[in-house]
């Protein structure tokens, strides 16, 4: 097994390589429905690259896990931008990577993050990520990606050996 990697908290600094983060401290919002709600406009770069893929918003339920957890494969959404939301979840974690001169996983750059209560990401297209993984209790969460059915949907990649991440 690989040197642990440290899960550290998400921010928006730390993750700006690989998306966006959804959620609270925003800044800049305007006023709406009449001055009861603020809102914040383009909060993440969304979009696919193939015509014929339209948006699915899912929910994806899933089981706990803890740390440390051994991440054993990388998958990435070629033509896609795919966004996660908390809908019932304390906090869920986040492991990316860019992709090296051939298109594959550069795993020299993975970095692990714990999305907490309130936060959300969204990963831009093609970039690699292990599926995501709730901590402290099951969660739901909301999805958002283009998709059409075909094999260009998702890619994964297995790892040659685990990686273990840990917490701070």
Avoid at 31 to 59: C, F, I, K, M
């Amino acid at each position: 097994m690989r040197v642990p990697l440290r899960a550290q908290p998400l921010t928006r600094e730390a993750f700006a390589p690989f998306g966006d983060v959804i959620g609270l401290g925003l800044s800049g919002g305007s006023s709406a429905n009449q001055g009861t709600a603020t809102r914040y406009d383009r909060v993440a770069r969304l979009g696919g690259s193939r015509p014929e893929a339209q948006p699915n918003l899912a929910v994806f339920r899933s089981v706990a896990k803890t740390l440390p957890f051994e991440v054993k494969l990388l998958e990435r959404h070629p033509c896609s931008s795919q966004m996660f939301v908390a809908l019932s979840c304390q906090r869920f974690l986040v492991v990316v990577c860019p992709d090296d001169a051939r298109g594959e996983p550069d795993l020299s750059q993975l970095r692990a993050f714990v999305c907490g209560p309130g936060q959300g990401v969204n990963y831009r297209p093609g970039l690699w990520h292990h599926p995501i993984i709730a901590l402290d209790g099951p969660a739901d969460l909301l999805m958002l990606a283009w998709e059409d059915g075909t094999a260009l949907d998702c890619e994964e990649r297995p790892l040659p050996e685990p990686y273990l991440v840990t917490s701070d």
